[in-house]
């Protein structure tokens, strides 16, 4: 009787999970058919295959592909221990389990070497045909759950290869993505550099062609070539711009920086074109903001010069208007928020969404009439969310646009407030200025009080040049004079200023309108200027003039630089080295260099700069980065170390590349300053004032 606990749930298991598959294997043929019977009863679709003697066994094995083999020990040839070993160390059959039949194993070392020679399980003839079927359907669970096992295994080892191939494909993916963004990066360099140099070319050489004799018709055709190449630099610095945000390219720097410096700066960078269009401008920064924030100054004013352009740009008559307020997030956080508003044109509602997508305005009879890529306002959304904020419009057509956009900003601890210290030196001093347009002398008095220096502002006439420099006690120490207002005085009012200046030592610094700068220099005569500074102002170039001349001694010393009554070159002679591989761009600086009155040597590569060099010391050289043999940077890390430290040249560096950590890495290799090309003459003039000479002699040796 068989146990029904092995009854028919297993009746069905073979190894393809639905009929077992037996070989017995006995050279008795009453032996084989007990067993075919005994199987056949229980397992009754089973497929059972017998053969008479161990080789035959080993022959079909493969074919057969049993789920268990019964195995009779006594054979004659191959025994069944053989057999079971031979069985055991084949790879088709070496985990099928055998079950060892015979009369011998009654005996104890039979079994033992049953068992050792790979068998599974015995039975002893004469058995119960319960046990035999017992111990059949034992070793069938076994078989059956090691092929589940194995089975499992086996998709194991799949999903293993399959995540190995993925993370293989994931690797690779990978490192095509970073190939392509390095590609990507090194066009959007090499593009920035072949786009900017030619540009050097056109605005550079625009710049000589205006300062020549020309006709008014000449003139005027020379200067809308330089405003459409200024416009196509514009375009050129917005691509490269979205490019780099697309690519995540774009790093953000954290310094800190002067909230007020940055509106006054952004509206001085508009203040011409507003007036020339009868705009008002106004702004107002929120009391409790903080006067110094951490950010990226630049990028902010990026933001900024570009909304006010567009407020300009689309309203007829009205104000525009800038806001500032702050809001405190935790201890040194907070979100500033900026708001630019105009009474312009406005903008309808169902336009609205698109106005911040890439290339995008709001219709194309606009783009006509007013210009433009329509990639400022995608890059100023952007550029607002990567400093932690977004942007949004609110308008209605007819009455007005305003543009706000936030962005989180740290608050500097006492220790980070940098500047502050040079500041000292102009608290306290006092300012006249007299400008000629109303709006830019009050946002310029704002500016010197933010630097608690005191402005005097309000008027430009004889009386008051006249009382203000000579009658108020104490007289002013320095004078920021517009060129117009010094263009339309009269003979007694320059005899006052020049009064003014015989008695003070008073430092006079010209502020230039940009336009008019190349073409006609005011005759200053006997006047003495300190320094001179272009439209667009500055607030770190003039503060860094103001510090200067208001040095003991500044306005003296610097009135030799960039007074436009000579050329610079007779105050400040310097011996310059040119270094520069692209013809145009060597004549676009020798032609500069030479209106200033210099004559510069040429070297067209970094190994000809240390040629020359070792021939001669020069005070200064012109450093453009890219260059065939021996770049730049190369070149200067070597005369960094080759020459002793007296006959070391200031470096300036030239770059068409506009990408961030340019000017660090100049730095670092040891140069001392930095232009960007198109090289204006104005920050050529003042670098070069900066360069200090050297008492070299005419040979250098190299160090030893
Ligand atoms: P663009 O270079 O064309 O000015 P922007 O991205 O700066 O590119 O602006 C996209 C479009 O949004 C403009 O062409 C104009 O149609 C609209 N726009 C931007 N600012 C204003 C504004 N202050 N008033 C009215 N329309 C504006």
Redesign the pocket.
């Known amino acids: 009787m068989l146990t029904p606990h092995f009854g028919a749930n297993m009746s069905h298991v073979g190894s393809n999970g639905v009929v077992p598959v037996f070989l017995i294997v006995d050279d008795h043929a009453e032996g084989r058919a007990l067993l075919a019977r005994l199987l056949r009863l229980q397992f009754p679709e089973a497929h059972i295959v017998e053969v008479a003697s161990g080789m035959a066994a080993l022959a079909c094995v493969v074919e057969t592909a049993p789920d268990l083999i019964l195995l009779d020990a006594m054979m004659p040839d191959l025994d069944g221990f053989e057999t079971c070993r031979q069985l055991k160390a084949q790879p088709a059959s070496a985990s099928v389990p055998v079950l060892m039949v015979s009369a011998i194993l009654t005996d104890t070392e039979n079994r033992v070497s049953g068992l050792a020679s790979g068998a599974d399980s015995y039975i002893c003839k004469p058995f119960e045909n319960d046990e035999l079927i017992a111990q059949v359907i034992a070793l069938l669970r076994i078989r059956r759950n090691e092929l589940v096992l194995r089975a499992q295994q086996r998709a194991l080892e799949e999903e293993l290869e399959r995540r190995r191939r993925m993370e293989r494909e994931l690797i690779e993916a990978r490192q095509t993505a970073e190939n392509a963004a390095q590609a990507k990066s090194e066009f959007l360099a090499n593009m920035s550099h072949e786009l900017r140099t030619p540009m050097n070319g056109v605005i550079g050489l625009t710049d000589v062609l205006l300062d020549t004799e020309l006709t008014a018709e000449q003139r005027d055709l020379a200067n809308t070539i330089k405003t459409s190449g200024e416009t196509l630099l514009a375009v050129i610095n917005?691509i490269l711009d979205f490019s780099k945000i697309e690519s995540g390219k774009l790093e953000l720097e954290s310094r800190p920086f002067k909230l007020r410096d940055l509106i006054l700066h952004a509206l001085n960078l508009i203040q011409r074109q507003a007036s020339s269009k009868a705009l008002a401008l106004f702004w107002e920064i929120e009391p409790r903001t903080p006067p110094q924030v951490l950010g990226d100054e630049i990028r902010l004013r990026q933001i900024l010069s570009?909304?006010l352009s567009?407020?300009i740009?689309?309203?007829e008559r009205g104000e525009v208007r800038i806001r500032v307020a702050y809001c405190d997030l935790d201890n040194h956080h907070g979100e500033l928020q900026f708001a630019?508003s105009?009474t312009?044109?406005?903008?309808p509602r169902d336009?609205m969404n698109r106005?911040?997508r890439s290339f995008?305005?709001?219709?194309t009879s606009?783009?006509r009439q007013?210009?433009?890529?329509?990639?400022?306002?995608?890059?100023?959304k952007q550029l607002a969310e990567l400093m932690g904020g977004r942007m949004w419009v609110e308008?209605e057509v007819g009455r007005?646009?305003t543009?706000h956009f936030t962005i989180r900003a740290r608050v500097p601890q006492t220790g980070e407030q940098t500047g502050l210290a040079a500041q000292a030196a102009l608290s306290g001093r006092r300012v006249l200025l007299l400008d000629a347009d109303a709006g830019s002398s009050e946002r310029l008095a704002a500016l010197l009080t933010s630097w608690e220096m005191k402005p005097i502002h309000g008027g430009t006439s004889l009386e008051l040049i006249d009382a203000l420099l000579l009658r108020q006690q104490p007289a002013p120490e320095a004078l920021l004079l517009d060129e117009f207002v010094l263009r339309a005085a009269r003979p007694e009012e320059v005899a006052a200023l020049h009064r003014w200046q015989a008695a003070q030592g008073g430092a006079l610094v010209l502020l230039r309108s940009a336009e008019v700068s190349h073409t006609t220099v005011p005759d200053v005569a006997p006047l003495l200027v300190a320094a001179q500074i272009s439209r667009p102002l500055s607030a770190s170039s003039l503060f860094n003039i103001l510090t200067r001349v208001l040095a003991p001694g500044g306005a003296q010393a610097e009135a030799g630089m960039g007074t436009p009554s000579g050329p610079l070159a007779h105050q400040h002679p310097l011996r310059i080295l040119l270094a520069e591989d692209n013809p145009v761009n060597q004549k676009v600086a020798t032609r500069m260099l030479e209106r200033m009155g210099y004559q510069a040597t040429i070297a067209s590569t970094g190994a000809d700069v240390l040629a020359a060099l070792r021939q001669q010391a020069y005070d200064l050289i012109l450093m453009d980065l890219q260059m065939p043999v021996l770049d730049g940077l190369q070149a200067t890390r070597q005369i960094r170390d080759e020459f002793p430290s007296a006959h070391q040249p200031y470096i300036i560096a030239l770059t068409a590349s506009a990408l961030i950590g340019d000017r660090d890495k100049c730095l670092a290799a040891g140069m001392n300053d930095y232009l960007r090309k198109p090289i204006r003459e104005l920050d050529l003039r003042a670098a070069l004032g900066r360069c200090p000479r050297l008492a070299g002699t005419k040979t250098i040796p190299p160090a030893a």
């Open positions: 917005d570009n909304l567009n407020a740009k689309f309203t630019v105009d312009g044109i406005g903008i336009k106005l911040f995008s305005q709001v219709d606009t783009t007013y210009g433009g890529t329509g990639l400022g306002l995608a890059i100023s308008s007005g646009s543009f």
